[in-house]
């Protein structure tokens, strides 16, 4: 992995219109006429429709509050303050993943699964070449680091990107983090990345947030190990010895960079993680 960036090289998308084809589009059109025809009655549905329509804004008004407020709850337990322009990207973002779209898991190849006693000890997977955003986020304490990059992903995943449309969540979320020699301190300094969906890895949309970067990470290794619970500068520490120990026979891999997998929500008391460590090329 290259300190600059946060690739991961083990080195230390929208709905659109479509067009009518190669005729001309059509649309359909209302003359004067048909303006002037309209009757009393047909103008009173149309008021009725209004109101209904004003009332689903009312509803969906009301469903933001409620879920910012949930999030804002949430994150003031790891000393996050969620800002109110979040609350359209929170409600894109549960509505989309409740709705038309699924969470698309990021590709990969299983190489080899260790085993101890019926529990996996370890995965070997191959990733392929691919398209990341990513932003590099420094607060005092790591939780804030992944809270405040994730939300700034989240604001390039709904809407604020060249292509004006939501891009569709994946899953991980990484986070890129390093060390010391010791293993035994975190860096400030903590990068979280968000896999292109499979739509939009052949032209990226370009992020609205000039501190967002579009990177192709190149085709890797990885070893990786699931643990669950609240990650923060301990958990962590603890989890990269865990899985040093685990692969002390192999020495293919990088020592003082490392990833964070996390497949919920950064707010969630009880997420679902994996610690990475980079096989070298």
């Not at 879920?67 to 509505?95: C, F, K, N």
């Not at 020699?181 to 947030?209: C, G, K, M, N, W």
Request: glycine share 8%; charged share 25%.
């Amino acid at each position: 992995m290259e300190r600059s960036n946060c690739r991961m090289n083990g080195g230390g998308g929208l709905d659109g219109i479509g067009s009518a084809g190669d005729g001309e589009s059509t649309y359909g059109r209302i003359t004067l006429e048909d303006l002037e025809s309209f009757t009393e009655d047909q103008q009173s549905d149309s008021d009725t429709g209004s109101m209904e329509e004003e009332g689903q804004m009312m509803e969906d008004d009301e469903q933001q509050d409620r879920l910012l407020r949930y999030w804002q709850d949430a994150a003031r337990g790891h000393q996050v303050e969620v800002p109110r322009d979040m609350a359209e990207p929170i409600h894109q973002l549960t509505s989309n993943d409740e709705g038309r779209h699924s969470r698309e898991h990021v590709p990969f190849t299983l190489i080899t699964r260790k085993e101890k006693c019926g529990d996996v000890l370890y995965e070997k997977r191959h990733y392929e070449k691919a398209y990341w955003a990513c932003i590099t986020v420094r607060q005092d304490t790591y939780e804030q680091s992944i809270c405040y990059g994730f939300m700034r992903l989240m604001k390039y995943i709904c809407q604020q990107n060249s292509s004006g449309g939501y891009l569709g969540l994946t899953i991980p979320i990484l986070t890129i983090i390093r060390t010391d020699e010791s293993r035994s301190i975190l860096s400030r300094d903590v990068t979280v990345a968000y896999f292109l969906s499979t739509e939009h890895q052949a032209q990226p949309p370009l992020p609205s947030d000039t501190d967002i970067r579009l990177e192709e990470w190149p085709a890797t290794n990885v070893y990786t190990r699931a643990f669950a619970g609240a990650t923060n500068e301990v958990t962590i520490i603890n989890q990269i010895n865990i899985m040093a120990e685990v692969l002390d026979s192999l020495a293919g891999h990088v020592n003082d960079s490392f990833i964070v997998a996390g497949y919920t929500n950064p707010a969630a008391a009880n997420r679902q993680n994996e610690i990475w460590f980079l096989e070298r090329p």
